[in-house]
């Protein structure tokens, strides 16, 4: 069964630290992960996006790894702020299935002054 | 551009009540979707269309019935409500197939079924 898992369900971290989040999964036969950052109240949005070949990829302070030999994902955070207060939900694509994302439940973040 | 709006952003309903969720999207996007998202739970796709004039199911579609009659608007309709839909509503869209493009979130619907 495909599935997506994350780790841990809930962080906090001071401002200014760095934190990892993790997401494992089962899906195959794999296409793409994506992160996205979803805040309170809101739609999620895209951070990266990774293929087979990439194992890593960063946009600003976020900094994503893929071990697709182990279906292993992270999502590093550097210097964290307030504003990464946020729940950073894991999708995995099936390259047999053209709708069919499987969403991670999550990994709320709270960043404390 | 507004990217992809909903209407409305809170509902609250008795059970066997009916409703219609509207979603709106600016960028001409082909693919539309509207998915739920639960405590503790990935969010699940409930229907999408590829295009304009069609529909398909997803994951989660009992209950459900959606409408694509024109290209920027995506409907889901609830004909008689259930405790059990009680969830937030996200309606998404994309360019093309979501396993290349980025799906574009609207800012949901928080719906509550008594």
């Known amino acids: 069964k495909n599935q997506v898992e994350q780790s841990p369900q809930s962080l906090i971290i001071l401002e200014g630290k760095n934190c990892t989040l993790q997401c494992n999964y089962t899906v195959s036969p794999f296409s793409n992960l994506r992160w996205y950052k979803q805040d309170t109240g809101r739609g999620p949005v895209s951070l990266t996006i990774?293929?087979?070949?990439?194992n890593t990829k960063s946009n600003g302070r976020y900094t994503a790894t893929l071990d697709a030999d182990t279906k292993q994902s992270s999502l590093h955070i550097t210097a964290s702020q307030l504003s990464d207060s946020a729940s950073y939900i894991c999708v995995v694509s099936a390259k047999d299935s053209s709708y069919k994302l499987i969403f991670g439940s999550g990994t709320r973040l709270l960043v404390r002054p | 551009n507004a990217g992809v709006t909903q209407t409305p952003k809170f509902r609250v309903l008795k059970t066997g009540q009916s409703m219609t969720l509207l979603c709106a999207q600016d960028?001409?996007?082909?693919?539309m979707y509207w998915y739920r998202q639960d405590p503790g739970m990935g969010l699940r796709l409930i229907h999408y269309?590829?295009?304009?004039?069609?529909?398909a199911k997803g994951e989660v579609p009992d209950g459900y019935n959606v409408s694509r009659l024109k290209k920027q608007n995506f409907l889901l309709g609830l004909e008689s409500a259930a405790p059990s839909q009680t969830s937030v509503y996200f309606c998404?869209?994309?360019?093309?197939?979501?396993?290349?493009?980025?799906?574009?979130f609207g800012p949901g619907t928080r719906l509550t079924v008594l």
């Open positions: 269309s590829v295009g304009e004039g069609t529909t």
């Open positions: 990774m293929t087979f070949s990439e």
């Open positions: 998404a869209s994309s360019w093309g197939d979501p396993r290349a493009d980025t799906q574009y």
């Open positions: 960028m001409n996007h082909e693919y």
